[in-house]
C-alpha cells in the first residue's frame, strides 16, 4: 500500500470519526432538551396541582374529605397536552382519586422511598410528589402521568435527518480526499523521480528530472530540490573533470612511451 494512500484512508477515518462523534453528540443535546422540556411542563402542572391541594390541607380537611377534588384534578389535566392521567393516593397507596384522558388504563402504584419522583419509559413520562399537612405529616401522594408518543417520533424523525445529514457531509468530503490523494501522488512521483536522477548520477549519466517549480511542494521543499540541483551539477562537473584527467593521464602515458621508443632507436 503507498504513502498516499495510507495518508487518504487515515484521514476518511479522522473525518468519519468526527462526524459521526458530532452527529451522536448533537442527538444526545436534542433528546436532552426535549426530555427537559417535557420535565418542565410537568412539574407546572404538579406544582399546580399540589399546591391547590395543600391549600384544602392546611384548612384541616382530609383527602377523602374534599369534595372539589375532582374539579381540582380536572382543570389541571386540561394544562398540558399529553397530560394522560392525574392521580391522588393515600399514605397506604390506596387510590382515592384520579383524572384521566383516554382509555388507557395506568401502570400500578408503589410507595415511594423519596419526595418527590420522576421516570421515562419508552411511551410515558411519570412525575409524583409527597403531600404533607400543617404539620408536616403525610397526606398522600399526587402523580402524573404523561404520554410522551409524539416526542419520541419527534426524536426519531430528527435523528434519520441528522444522521442523514452527516452521510451527505461524509459524501462531500470523499471528493476533497480524491484531490488531496492526487496531489500526495504527485508528492510522491517528484521525490521519486529525484531518487532515481540521484542514481543516474552516481552512474555518470545526464540529469532526466524536469522542473516542479511552483508544483505540489512547499517552500521548503523547493528549497532543498534547488540544493539538490546544486549538487548534482556539481556531481556531474566533478565527474566530467574526473573523466578529462583520465582522459589526460592515457595520453601522456602514451606518448611517454613514444619517447621512450624513438630514444632506444
Known amino acids: 500500500m503507498s504513502l498516499a494512500l495510507k495518508i487518504g484512508l487515515a484521514l476518511l477515518l479522522v473525518f468519519g470519526a468526527a462526524i459521526a462523534m458530532t452527529t451522536g453528540l448533537n442527538y444526545l443535546r436534542f433528546d436532552q432538551t426535549l426530555h427537559h422540556l417535557l420535565s418542565q411542563r410537568m412539574t407546572v402542572v404538579l406544582s399546580e396541582t399540589r399546591r391547590d391541594i395543600v391549600a384544602g390541607l392546611d384548612l384541616g380537611l382530609r383527602l377523602e374529605n374534599m369534595e372539589n377534588l375532582d374539579a381540582i384534578l380536572g382543570r389541571r389535566l386540561d394544562m398540558s397536552e399529553g397530560i394522560r392521567n392525574i392521580q ?26 423519596m419526595d418527590q419522583w420522576q421516570s421515562f419509559d419508552h411511551d410515558r413520562a411519570i412525575m409524583g410528589t409527597l403531600l404533607r399537612d400543617s404539620v408536616g405529616q403525610c397526606a ?123 630514444h632506444e632507436k
Open 140 to 262: 398522600g401522594y399526587v402523580r402524573i402521568i404523561t404520554d410522551i408518543s409524539d416526542a419520541n417520533a419527534q426524536l426519531d424523525h430528527v435523528s434519520s435527518r441528522i444522521w442523514q445529514a452527516a452521510m451527505i457531509s461524509l459524501g462531500t468530503i470523499v471528493p476533497v480526499l480524491l484531490v488531496l490523494f492526487v496531489l500526495m501522488r504527485r508528492r510522491h512521483r517528484v521525490f521519486v523521480e529525484l531518487n532515481d536522477d540521484l542514481e543516474r548520477a552516481l552512474d555518470g549519466k545526464s540529469s532526466a528530472v524536469s522542473a516542479h517549480d511552483g508544483d505540489v511542494l512547499t517552500g521548503g521543499e523547493m528549497r532543498m530540490i534547488s540544493l539538490y540541483r546544486q549538487l548534482r551539477d556539481q556531481l556531474s562537473r566533478e565527474n566530467a573533470n574526473a573523466e578529462t584527467r583520465h582522459d589526460d593521464g592515457l595520453i601522456d602515458g602514451d606518448d611517454q612511451s613514444g619517447d621512450g621508443q624513438k
Open 88 to 113: 391522588v393516593f393515600a399514605c397506604d397507596g390506596s387510590q382515592i382519586d384520579v383524572a384521566q384522558a383516554g382509555s388507557v388504563a395506568p401502570p400500578p402504584f408503589s410507595l415511594p422511598d
